[in-house]
């Protein structure tokens, strides 16, 4: 993980606990996500994942990578919820690479298994045509 990444990721905590807080006001949930290998994902992927799903309104994902890129968390779209997955994507935009590459969109897609609570994610610039996969498993919390 590059020293950026470890001094958002530091921070990560306390963003989790307000992101909690949020999901309580809002009488819905999150799923707090603990990805497996995240140095597989080249710093793209967090090792940690909060997914915010308030009983009305917008989901919302906050992350390290959302904290360094975004001044609140980002919006996602659902794209399947049903008794067995949720799956949804979200976008990072105007993002800057440690090398100094940027990406006017990094896209995110994210699986989450009801029973299981294990994730599959996948990253990558728009532009790109394959991109970077990481796994974890997910803890539904409501407080």
Same mark, same amino acid.
């Given at each position: 993980?590059?020293?950026?990444?470890?001094?958002?990721?530091?921070?990560?905590?306390?963003? /989790? $606990?307000?992101?909690?807080?949020?999901?309580?006001?809002?009488?819905?949930? $999150?799923? !707090? @996500?603990?990805?497996? !290998?995240? !140095?597989?994902?080249?710093?793209w992927?967090?090792?940690?994942?909060?997914?915010?799903?308030?009983?009305?309104?917008?989901?919302?994902?906050?992350?390290?990578?959302?904290?360094?890129?975004?001044?609140t968390?980002?919006?996602?779209?659902?794209?399947?919820?049903?008794?067995?997955? $949720?799956? $949804?994507?979200? =976008?990072?935009?105007?993002?800057?690479?440690?090398?100094?590459?940027?990406?006017a969109?990094?896209?995110?897609?994210?699986?989450?298994?009801?029973?299981?609570?294990? /994730? !599959?994610?996948?990253?990558?610039?728009? =532009?790109?045509?394959?991109?970077?996969?990481?796994?974890?498993? @997910?803890?539904?919390? =409501?407080?």
């Open positions: 993980m590059s020293p950026r990444l470890v001094l958002i990721a530091a921070s990560f905590g306390a963003a /989790m $606990l307000c992101t909690s807080a949020q999901a309580n006001v809002a009488a819905g949930f $999150l799923y !707090e @996500c603990d990805i497996a !290998e995240p !140095e597989r994902g080249q710093g992927i967090s090792p940690k994942i909060a997914i915010v799903l308030p009983a009305q309104g917008e989901v919302q994902v906050v992350d390290a990578l959302t904290l360094a890129f975004s001044p968390p980002v919006i996602a779209t659902i794209l399947r919820d049903d008794a067995k997955r $949720l799956t $949804l994507k979200w =976008s990072l935009q105007n993002v800057r690479a440690d090398n100094g590459r940027s990406f969109y990094f896209d995110y897609r994210a699986s989450i298994a009801k029973a299981t609570g294990r /994730m !599959e994610l996948t990253a990558g610039p728009r =532009s790109f045509d394959t991109g970077l996969r990481g796994t974890g498993l @997910c803890r539904k919390r =409501s407080e």
